[in-house]
Nanobody
């Protein structure tokens, strides 16, 4: 059984920090990543780790602020979010696909993920 379960969202002030976690079951060898969706906006790939190569990709708007990492022993991936901005407010989803995620950074239009979790809300507001 495959399952992705996110946690760690919440309300934080601008400039604050959050760490999202995703427990991934049944996805050995898959590429794992995070995408987000704000109200009225399209889904946006935020960060991902390629399963085969370990290459990491970020959307430009989070470079230098967000860090994606994985713990293979725990089958968990993380998204460390520093310097949060109001425009980061969205539901964040952990996602998985068998293949390259380079095309799944930025707006998810033609290319998307095959599996994702229930999402966790991140709200950045003073």
């Amino acid at each position: 059984q495959v399952q992705l379960v996110e946690s760690g969202g919440g309300l934080v002030q601008p400039g604050g920090t959050l760490r999202l976690s995703c427990a991934a079951s049944g996805f050995r060898g898959y590429t794992l990543g995070w995408f987000r969706q704000a109200p009225g906006k399209e889904r946006e790939g935020v960060a991902c780790i390629n399963g085969p190569s370990g290459s990491i990709y970020y959307v430009d708007s989070v470079k230098g602020r967000f860090t994606i990492s994985s713990d293979s022993a725990e089958n968990t991936i993380y998204l460390q979010m520093n310097g949060l901005k109001p425009e980061d407010t969205a539901v964040y989803y952990c996602a998985a696909i068998k293949g390259d995620c380079a095309l799944r950074i930025g707006p998810l239009r033609r290319y998307t993920y095959d599996y994702w979790g229930q999402g966790t809300q991140v709200t950045v507001s003073s």
